[in-house]
């Protein structure tokens, strides 16, 4: 049991740190989409939404074939830190990044998007820079889109399997997050723990889009004020 | 020196172009002029630096603020503009006190307490302070926009009809009490309106907008076709400015004025009069033609 509490651990902690970084990647990513009149628009946007068709297989094999070791990136990696970005936490915090950036960056551009123009000028009339209109009128408009984006990455890292599969494996309290740890409790037929992990997680989810929802129905009634 | 506001430039939107040439002082209150559609919103956008689409020059005093020649173009934060939108925007999700806070905290130097309490009070936005801006009434809100564009303390004020949903006694108090503002203040105007008695009170020149050209300007008096009468019009004082010397009156209904032609029954009019040593009214009084919305 005290190997699946490390597991849950991991499993956290990758889950918190891929949200944290996503927070700081994605807003200006978001702003810049839900901004842009650029012709790039549209392809960043489908390489932003990728990860939510490609089979999570795809997405780990291409990043273990760019990052491994005797890759570029992966030499660079190694070179600085010693470390190899393949079967490492820190490779998993890598394709976590990439695999739930849809998730984060979706829900900010909506909540970005939906702050009007008029409010916008209204504060730049009042002598509000571009940059102090964004941190003190569009980001308190943006909370929720910011609760939904933080609420959808962590419970989606959370429940990570084929990328990690692909290029972590499952070296316990290195790679080895909830879903392996189901699939291999299941290999070898050991269906009670299974269970605990899968129920546990069952709940989770549960509870993530319950406050999601939740919070998405009140900002609606607010609008309509 | 008088400033001067000098706009030489167009717009070209598909189905309409704003073309406009003007040398404007600032010294006397300007308003803008003319139907709906005709670019009053637009030329007001294009002083604000809000309109990315403008070529040509805008000038305000001595500091250029566009040139499309020379690829400047002065973003509207750093224009110092008190501006009430048409619309009468708020920040919202906040209460009237956190939006007039936010103005105040951008504004290059502060007012006292007293000032503030003031200007709060006289432009009856004293008792919504802790209201959400959402909740409020189209009048209230534009008096709450108003009083923020003056708390920026602008050098260039530009209203879009402030006033149009506030009721008539509002209407007025408000807009005598912004006039005694101006003064004070010594802050220039712009001023769009369909109303011409807040034409008369509040500017001294006049710009009509057609088509989004400028097709005449000149004294306000002139271009709002005052008629002049003299008659005596009992009234009842209601408010009596120390400082301004401005009264505010009650006209008696239903009383007989002679001597004016070109009035039909149902006609809006515009009395302005001056208190002699008496007590007549002497009067002028100017048909206010229903002007297609």
Redesign the interface.
């Known amino acids: 049991m005290s190997a699946d509490l490390q597991t849950v651990w991991l499993t956290v902690l990758l889950a918190s740190v891929t949200t944290l970084m996503l927070l700081f990647l994605a807003t200006p990513l978001a702003w810049w989409l839900a901004n842009s009149a650029s012709r790039l628009r549209s392809i960043v946007e489908s390489l932003v939404a990728m990860p939510l068709v490609l089979p999570p297989t795809v997405l780990g094999f291409y990043l273990l074939v760019l990052l491994n070791p005797d890759s570029f990136l992966g030499g660079l990696w190694v070179r600085a830190t010693g470390d190899s970005l393949t079967f490492s936490f820190s490779g998993l915090v890598i394709a976590s990044v990439i695999y739930s950036l849809p998730f984060m960056v979706q829900p900010l551009q909506s909540a970005f998007r939906a702050v009007p123009m008029?409010?916008r000028?209204?504060?730049?009339?009042?002598?509000?820079?571009?940059r102090?209109?964004f941190f003190?009128?569009v980001l308190?408009?943006s909370r929720r889109g910011f609760l939904t984006g933080m609420v959808l990455t962590f419970a989606h890292t959370i429940g990570e399997f084929g990328v990690v599969l692909m290029m972590g494996g499952n070296i316990p309290g290195e790679t080895r997050v909830l879903s392996i740890a189901i699939y291999e409790h299941v290999e070898t037929l050991n269906y009670d723990a299974a269970h605990v992990l899968a129920l546990g997680l069952m709940s989770f989810s549960f509870l993530s889009l319950w406050l999601v929802y939740r919070v998405a129905g009140r900002g609606a009634e607010?609008v309509r004020? | 020196m008088t400033q001067r506001l000098i706009i030489d430039g167009c717009l070209r939107r598909s189905g309409f172009t704003l073309e406009v040439q003007l040398d404007i002082g600032l010294d006397q209150a300007v308003g803008l002029q003319g139907a709906t559609g005709a670019g009053k919103t637009t030329l007001l956008r294009i002083m604000a630096g809000l309109e990315p689409g403008f070529i040509g020059r805008l000038q305000c005093g001595d500091s250029v603020w566009h040139d499309s020649a020379k690829g400047v173009s002065l973003p509207a934060h750093l224009r110092r503009l008190g501006v009430v939108f048409q619309d009468a925007r708020l920040l919202p999700g906040r209460t009237v006190e956190h939006n007039l806070v936010f103005a105040v905290q951008r504004s290059p130097s502060k007012f006292t307490d007293l000032q503030l309490a003031t200007l709060v009070r006289d432009f009856y936005i004293d008792g919504l302070l802790d209201q959400q801006v959402d909740t409020l009434s189209g009048g209230e809100r534009q008096r709450v926009s108003l009083v923020q564009a003056l708390l920026t303390r602008p050098q260039l004020l530009l209203l879009d009809e402030p006033l149009s949903a506030n009721d008539s006694e509002h209407r007025w108090q408000v807009a005598a009490r912004l006039s005694d503002w101006l003064r004070e203040q010594e802050v220039p105007l712009i001023y769009v309106s369909h109303s011409a008695d807040e034409l008369h009170l509040l500017t001294r020149k006049i710009l009509k907008l057609e088509a989004g050209q400028i097709v005449a300007q000149g004294p306000t008096s002139d271009m709002l076709k005052l008629i002049s009468a003299h008659a005596s019009l009992p009234a009842t004082v209601l408010e009596v400015n120390e400082t301004s010397g401005r009264v505010m009156l009650r006209l008696e209904q239903s009383r007989g004025i002679s001597g004016i032609s070109g009035l039909s029954p149902g006609d809006r009019i515009c009395v302005s009069h001056q208190l002699e040593q008496d007590l007549d009214v002497g009067a002028s009084l100017q048909p206010q033609t229903q002007q297609d919305e």
């Open positions: 008029s409010v000028e209204s504060a730049a009339v009042m002598g509000a820079s571009p102090d209109c003190s009128v308190p408009l607010v004020g």
